[in-house]
C-alpha cells in the first residue's frame, strides 16, 4: 500500500509499505478515504516528539470504509463507513469505564502519562496512522462510529479530533453564562474552541495569535475579538485593559508545544528539545486570566520539563484543566449541532492534497503559506 513515512525532521514521503493485517479478533482494517494534518502532527514533522521512529506512519484524524474486520467485531461489517477517534482505547478498563477514553489503561505499554494515539511516535503506542491507504484499528466495537448518512464526510473527518478537542477545550474552561473567555491560537482547534465558547454561554470571547490571516478567520468564524500579539507591547496588560483591569474568567491554551512569543523559550524547546515544549501561550494564560479563573489546556506537549508558572497558578487560586479530548464522547452533542446548522466544521477547511503530494502539504501547513488553515489528505 502507499503510505506516508517519517525520515527524520521535515523528511517524509510516500512509500510502499505491507498492508496492516488483523492482529486481534477485535481488530478491523480500515481503507481510508481521507485524512486531516492535524497541529500535533507537527510536532512530530519538526522532530519534537521523543521515540518518533524512521518508517512511522503519521495521521489520527481520518475516515474510511471498514474492509476488513476480525472474527470478535461485532458492530461493524466490511463497507461500514467509519469515522475514527484519534484515541485507540478498550473500552473496558478503569479509565474507559469513566469516559476517560484518552487515558486507556490497556493500549499503550511505552507510557503512563498518556494512552494511545494512531501515527503519533511510540511514545503514545506506536501504532500506524491513517495518512495511507489501510490502518489497523484496534477494538474496532469501541471506537469508530458508522457515519451518519445525512453528515459530511468533511464534518466527520474534522470530528475525529480538531473540532471535537476544541469544543472539548471549552468544556473544561467550565464557561458560565456571560463569562469572558480568551482563547490563544487560532488554529483550527482554537478556532474550534473560540465558536463552541459561545455555545457554552460565553458572554465575550477574545481569540489572540500573530497571524492576520487567522485572526480574520476568528473574526468570521468565530465571531471573536482579536488581538495580534506582535503588535502590543505587553499581550498580558492588554488583555487586562480589555477586561477591566481583572482578566478574563477563563482562558483556553490551544497553542502547546511550539509557541512564538518568547526566543529564549522557542529555542529551549522547538530548537534546542530542552523542553517538553514552549509554554509561552499557557504562561501567558496563567497571567491574564482573573484570580480564581480557570484555564483548559488543550495544546499538546511533550514529556519533558517545561518552564510553567507554576507558583503564579498557586498564588492565583487558579484551576487548570486539561487531557487529550476523549472525542467520541462529544460526538452525539456535536452531530445534532452539526445538523441543526449551529457549526459547520469543514468551513475551517482550507487546503486540500492527495496523498502523494503529502510531502508540499506538510510543507504548505507547517510554513503556514497561501493561508492555510487546516489541510486535509485525499487518499
Excluded at 138 to 167: K, N, Q, R
Excluded at 270 to 292: E, F, T, Y
Aim: glycine share 12%; proline share 4%; net charge negative.
Amino acid at each position: 500500500m502507499r503510505a506516508m513515512t517519517y525520515r527524520g525532521p521535515y523528511k517524509m514521503r510516500v512509500e510502499e509499505k505491507p498492508e496492516p493485517r488483523i492482529e486481534h479478533p477485535q481488530d478491523a482494517i480500515v481503507k481510508v478515504e481521507l485524512a486531516a494534518i492535524c497541529g500535533s502532527d507537527l510536532h512530530l514533522y519538526h522532530g519534537m516528539m521523543p521515540d518518533t521512529r524512521i518508517g512511522h506512519t503519521f495521521g489520527h484524524e481520518f475516515i474510511g470504509t471498514v474492509h476488513e474486520v476480525g472474527g470478535g467485531v461485532q458492530t461493524l461489517r466490511v463497507g461500514d463507513r467509519v469515522m475514527v477517534p484519534f484515541n485507540i482505547y478498550c473500552g473496558s478498563c478503569f479509565f474507559c469505564a469513566r469516559g476517560l477514553f484518552s487515558n486507556c489503561h490497556n493500549v499503550n505499554a511505552n507510557a503512563t502519562a498518556v494512552g494511545a494515539i494512531y501515527g503519533y511516535s511510540h511514545t503514545a503506542g506506536g501504532y500506524d496512522g491513517g495518512q495511507a491507504e489501510f490502518v489497523r484499528v484496534p477494538f474496532a466495537d469501541v471506537g469508530p462510529w458508522v457515519i451518519p448518512t445525512d453528515l459530511h464526510d468533511e464534518d466527520a473527518l474534522l470530528l475525529t479530533d480538531a473540532y471535537s478537542t476544541g469544543y472539548f477545550g471549552a468544556q473544561l474552561a467550565d464557561i458560565e453564562e456571560g463569562d469572558t473567555a480568551v482563547v490563544f491560537g487560532a488554529g483550527p482547534v482554537g478556532l474550534a474552541a473560540a465558536h463552541s465558547a459561545w455555545l457554552m454561554g460565553a458572554g465575550r470571547v477574545i481569540v489572540v495569535d500573530h497571524l492576520d490571516y487567522r485572526l480574520e478567520k476568528a473574526r468570521t468564524y468565530a465571531r471573536a475579538e482579536t488581538v495580534n500579539f506582535g503588535q502590543v507591547g505587553d499581550i498580558v496588560l492588554t488583555l487586562k485593559k480589555m477586561t477591566a483591569g481583572l482578566g478574563s474568567d477563563v482562558a483556553v491554551d490551544a497553542v502547546g508545544a511550539e509557541a512564538d512569543g518568547h526566543v529564549l523559550q522557542h529555542i529551549t524547546s522547538a530548537k534546542l528539545k530542552m523542553q517538553g515544549g514552549s509554554p509561552v501561550a499557557l504562561n501567558w494564560a496563567i497571567d491574564s486570566v482573573r484570580k480564581g479563573g480557570t484555564v483548559s489546556v488543550m495544546g499538546a506537549y511533550g514529556p519533558l520539563f517545561s518552564a510553567v508558572k507554576f507558583g503564579d497558578a498557586m498564588n492565583k487560586g487558579l484551576t487548570l484543566r486539561m487531557n487529550q479530548a476523549p472525542v467520541a464522547r462529544q460526538w452525539p452533542r456535536l452531530i445534532e449541532h452539526i445538523r441543526s446548522g449551529v457549526i459547520a466544521p469543514r468551513d475551517l477547511i482550507t487546503h486540500r492534497f492527495p496523498l502523494e503530494h503529502i510531502a508540499e502539504a506538510y510543507h504548505v501547513f507547517s510554513a503556514k503559506l497561501d493561508g492555510c488553515i487546516k489541510t486535509v489528505v485525499h487518499v
